[in-house]
């Protein structure tokens, strides 16, 4: 469209003035910097005794450790299927509060059939977007990484980015896959030196940086105005009123 040789003067007659917030940098200053180290949850997609994306997880796992950061890993077995089971299951719970307390995630994946597996999806469904007034995976950071077992694809990991979108997490740009990954790896399951596993340290230290920036502002960032408008009483009266509720 044209640009106006003046601002726009015609206002914003369907936004609530009440709700509305112009984003400042002051608003992003932080009054108590965190004083514990990072916490970083990784969830890896292979139940296998010889797993390689296990592998890749444990190589980010000592990355962020060495980094400073505090890592837990989770491990999917004996995890129900989604719906195939209570939330109130202890490994669905010990899911839950894992990444609760975490402030970021590394998600770790083969790719099966052009996509991520079934034990990785079951995990990310198991964490729900909100869960009372507590949000398992909103503002937190995320990190996607995969394994094939041929030529190198990018299948699994544009799945998972898709995935932190729709958990609105912050996921970070950088990306790893690691391409035949029976020759990534030695035979006590090391990653080899290499440019593979220099574009590990690439990601888990842009993941490091990212939490560091956004850890004690992931409320305000994730604060939207519709969400401020859903809080309040007057909206479930707008509601009402424009479906013709309350009407006369």
């Keep these: 469209m044209d640009k106006p040789e003046q601002p726009f003067a015609d206002g914003l007659p369907n936004v ?3 709700h509305f917030a112009v984003p400042v940098p002051a608003d992003l200053a932080v009054a108590r910097p ?3 180290a990072p916490r970083f949850l990784i969830l890896y997609g292979s139940l296998r005794p010889r797993s390689f994306s296990r592998f890749l997880a444990y190589e ?5 450790e060495a980094m400073g950061g505090e890592v ?3 491990h999917a077995h004996g995890l129900p299927l989604p719906d195939d089971d209570t939330a109130d299951h202890p490994k669905v ?3 839950r509060q894992l990444s609760i307390w975490s402030e970021g995630h590394v998600w770790v994946t ?3 059939h052009g996509s991520m597996t079934g034990v990785m999806k079951s995990q990310i469904d198991w964490l729900p977007l909100s869960e009372g007034s507590v949000r398992p995976t909103q503002g937190r950071t995320l990190a996607v990484m995969q394994v094939s077992g041929g030529s190198q694809s990018f299948n699994a990991v544009n799945n998972l980015r898709i995935l932190g979108r729709w958990m609105r997490m912050i996921t970070i740009p950088n990306q790893s896959s690691v391409p035949m990954a029976y020759t990534a790896f030695d035979d006590d399951g090391r990653m080899k030196p290499g440019p ?3 574009r590990v340290v690439d990601v888990c230290e842009e993941l ?3 939490t560091l920036l956004t850890r004690e502002r992931a409320d305000y960032l994730v604060d939207r105005y519709s969400e401020r408008k859903d809080r309040e009483p007057e909206r479930l009266r707008a509601v009402a009123a424009d479906v013709g509720f309350g009407k006369r």
Excluded: D, G, N, V
């Excluded at 980010?60 to 962020?64: C, S, T, V």
């Design 93 to 95: 719970q010990e899911l």
């Design 72 to 74: 837990r890993l989770y």
């Design 196 to 198: 593979l596993y220099e």
């Design 110 to 112: 083969p790719e099966r």
């Design 16 to 18: 609530s003035p009440a």
């Design 34 to 36: 965190f004083a514990h």
């Design 208 to 210: 490091m940086k990212f």
């Design 60 to 64: 980010a796992a000592r990355l962020l």
